[in-house]
């Protein structure tokens, strides 16, 4: 792996990483869209990752999501975030809040962590149907604990046929405790949910509906993910479904403002693009700067112009500015990368 900035004059500028360090979980979740539960083999050393990190930083990136498997797993987690920390980089971390000790919210505190994100389904029937009995609770003690020592906590909920409905009965209990945000995002048929052929359908229209209504009253900011939307009266006029008032959706960021990292050096556009084929090169055998210069990397969104869409997105008014909506949702829900199965807005045939 070389140094290196990026250009002065390179269009492309990078804000944001989602870096798996880990396949290691406490589980083996049935739709888990990478699958995780054992460490994959070989994946990056520790010294690897501390040299990761500071290419990260040396190409201008500001924030990074430590996902896994589960962040809390792999033994040298914390030395990793203050690789990033120690350079500017704010960290956030994603975790399912099973494996949370005192010993780790110390270390959350000593590293000045700027968030954390646990993984919620629903009610508690819900989520340990697909997990493992009590760890619904294990959640919730999670995040009292993280927001009793001030660490700002947000969850995150992913979207199945079956827990949907169930979204106004979850938002009363979140209101009980003091996080500061709740994503909803849609549950990919990548991975596991693939394999198991999970039922992830669901309305998105009245999700979206929903969203809106619950953000002009709830103590935390409601939100919805990239892959559920797009320019409905809600996300154009409404409260900020977006998680934040007048924030629209401004098209798939993969490859021109993020990137992910896989936990043995794959980096890829986004880190829900799942699949070798969106594998733009490895951290083993190519700098970061190397592989994100390169002019035929991630040309999905590089190279796209409007006549790539397909579908009910090459009629939309919306399409050139949205393009397409959530490359990954696309792709693992279509099966291509320019329709977007999932979007909310009504188009006249």
């Not at 994946?43 to 498997?69: F, Y």
């Not at 945000?181 to 990919?188: D, E, F």
């Amino acid at each position: 792996m070389k140094n290196g900035a990026l250009p002065a004059d390179f269009p492309f500028r990078p804000d944001s990483c989602v870096w798996e360090i880990t396949l290691a979980c406490c589980f083996r979740c049935a739709y888990c869209g990478s699958g995780g539960g054992r460490a994959r083999e070989n994946e990056l050393t520790t010294e690897e990752c501390l040299d990761a990190a500071r290419q990260i930083a040396e190409i201008g990136v500001k924030r990074v999501s430590l996902i896994g498997g589960e962040v809390f797993l792999r033994p040298d987690w914390e030395e990793i975030a203050r690789a990033l920390t120690s350079r500017g980089v704010a960290v956030c971390i994603i975790t399912n809040g099973f494996a949370m000790t005192e010993g780790i919210v110390e270390a959350l505190r000593r590293l000045e962590i700027e968030s954390v994100a646990v993984s919620v389904d629903g009610e508690e029937e819900v989520h340990d149907a697909y997990r493992q009995k009590g760890s619904w609770k294990r959640a919730f003690q999670a995040i009292r604990t993280l927001t009793d020592a001030g660490i700002p906590t947000s969850v995150i909920s992913s979207l199945r046929a079956d827990n949907a409905p169930g979204l106004p009965r979850f938002f009363g209990t979140l209101k009980t405790v003091p996080i500061f945000a709740w994503q909803i995002q849609a549950c990919s048929p990548m991975g596991n949910a693939g394999l198991n052929e999970v039922d992830v359908r669901f309305d998105a229209r009245e999700v979206i509906r929903f969203v809106d209504r619950a953000a002009r009253e709830a103590p935390f900011a409601v939100g919805v993910a990239d892959n559920i939307g797009y320019f409905t009266p809600e996300e154009t006029e409404g409260a900020g479904i977006r998680g934040a008032e007048g924030a629209v959706f401004r098209g798939c960021g993969a490859g021109l403002t993020a990137f992910g990292i896989d936990s043995v050096g794959n980096v890829r556009g986004c880190e829900s693009l799942y699949d070798p084929r969106f594998n733009e090169g490895n951290l083993r055998d190519r700098s970061l700067v190397s592989i994100w210069t390169d002019p035929d990397a991630f040309a999905y969104n590089r190279k796209f112009t409007p006549d790539l869409l397909t579908g009910k997105c090459a009629r939309c008014e919306y399409g050139p500015f949205c393009a397409g909506g959530c490359r990954s949702y696309d792709w693992f829900a279509g099966g291509n990368l320019y329709e977007n199965p999932l979007c909310a807005r009504e188009v006249p045939e």
